[in-house]
């Protein structure tokens, strides 16, 4: 088993930046590749960023490339998205996720998830 905490949402204007953490604990956090996902209200959960088990290789939306950044720290055992340029639409709740194996853009495919974290852009 492995649990997921997010933390680090909040309100904030447009052109604003956040940074979310998600804190892993339970099975050996550098053995899982993770993930960011969103979900808007109305709208299916969709990718955001992921990032191989190491850290070295990482994937990124259209929507979000150059403005978001998905990183790790496997000593601390933690993912971040540092997000810069934040737009209204941009807001959702943020839920990190984890997995066995290679970086996936399919939510489907992670078999952990965190309870999520609000992020809201004024505009």
């Known amino acids: 088993q492995v649990q997921l905490v997010e933390s680090g949402g909040g309100l904030v204007q447009a052109g604003g930046s956040l940074r979310l953490s998600c804190a892993a604990s339970g099975r050996t956090f550098s053995s899982y590749a993770m993930g960011w996902f969103r979900q808007a209200p109305g709208k299916e959960r969709e990718f955001v960023a992921t990032?191989?088990?190491?850290?070295?290789?990482?994937d990124h939306a259209d929507s979000v490339k150059g403005r978001f950044t998905i990183s790790r720290d496997n000593a601390k055992s933690t993912v971040y998205l540092q997000m810069y340029s934040l737009k209204p639409e941009d807001t959702a709740v943020y839920y990190c996720?984890?997995?066995?194996?290679?970086?996936?853009?399919?939510?489907?495919?992670?078999?952990?998830w965190g309870q999520g974290t609000q992020v809201t852009v004024s505009s």
């Open positions: 990032v191989d088990y190491s850290g070295s290789d990482t």
């Open positions: 996720a984890a997995r066995l194996g290679w970086r996936s853009r399919v939510p489907s495919e992670y078999e952990y």
